[in-house]
């Protein structure tokens, strides 16, 4: 999903500032699910948001270019971006046997110079790809093609391109294309550290302010929480955005990105984050992180 739009069900009330928080996220079941609550002004004493729909690609271009107040980037950006955003210790994506895929059209495919589509060369997909790869595949992969990523199995399906590398619901339907998981790259980074594979992040402006992005993190709390207890009161605006998506497939997504590193990230969760980051420094893959970069509140 390239194109960008607001939400049109976002509550009109304004914050006591006299305007709404500025937002974005993805339409992926995840996000609506963690964030129904708040987009609806069902959190107390929660700022107002004015919510944007985008592809990941997309938000981690708006964090580099320091658009919105709050956004949902992957990890694999912070290094670019946490000078004038804070990293929330809630509400984004890590877990356990939830990894990217590389897919092929054919078990067993060497991707020795063969293109691979991925969902954005900064996102912690393509991180975790590249630190893979340097494994596997030592004669180095061909082209790299960024597309939205669900344009990815389709593409691989049809020829267009050699692999893909997939995220989100997608490592429940890619056998619905005929295609075959080539690697899990969250196997490979458990197997490798024994940490949760970080995927996604809640990143907001340093400028709002340390109490502000304190009242931040509670209201993703509330919201998670209130979504937990009671999880047919999101279900509208999930299935809303996940209009393709086969109902029972959102409830299986949901579950798998929406567990105990959403409510907080812990001491393994922001030691997953520093892992990645840290690994991939020394790779030349990202800029080094400054030692209390990650510390927000």
Not at 131 to 160: H, K, S, T
């Amino acid at each position: 999903m390239t194109d960008i739009s607001t939400d049109p069900a976002a509550p009109a009330e304004p914050t006591a500032a006299g305007a709404k928080l500025r937002i974005a996220f993805s339409p992926c079941p995840n996000d609506t699910f963690v964030f129904d609550a708040w987009a609806h002004g069902r959190v107390p004493g929660a700022p107002a948001l004015d919510v944007t729909f985008a592809d990941i690609d997309v938000t981690n271009g708006m964090a580099e270019r320091g658009e919105l107040d709050v956004l949902k980037v992957s990890y694999a950006v912070l290094p670019w971006v946490l000078d004038e955003y804070a990293l929330l210790p809630c509400g984004g994506a890590l877990g356990r046997g939830c990894g990217p895929l590389v897919l092929t059209k054919e078990p067993g495919t060497d991707l020795t110079g063969r293109t691979v589509a991925v969902p954005s060369e900064r996102s912690t997909a393509y991180l975790l790809f590249r630190l893979w790869a340097a494994e596997v595949v030592p004669g180095g992969v061909g082209e790299i093609v960024v597309m939205p990523f669900d344009e990815i199995m389709p593409a691989v399906r049809d020829g267009r391109v050699d692999a893909g590398l997939v995220i989100h619901e997608a490592r429940f339907t890619y056998r619905n294309y005929g295609l075959h998981s080539l690697a899990d790259m969250g196997e490979h980074w458990e197997a490798t550290t024994g940490l949760p594979i970080p995927l996604g992040a809640i990143i907001a402006k340093r400028s709002l302010g340390q109490d502000m992005l304190g009242k931040l993190a509670d209201s993703v709390r509330s919201s998670v929480r209130m979504a937990w207890d009671d999880p047919e009161r999101s279900r509208p605006y999930v299935l809303e955005h996940a209009q393709e998506m086969d109902p029972a497939v959102a409830d299986q997504h949901i579950g798998l990105y929406v567990n105990e590193f959403t409510a907080d990230l812990g001491e393994d969760g922001y030691a997953a984050i520093r892992g990645l980051l840290t690994r991939a420094a020394a790779e030349g893959l990202v800029p080094p992180l400054g030692r209390d970069a990650l510390i927000s509140l």
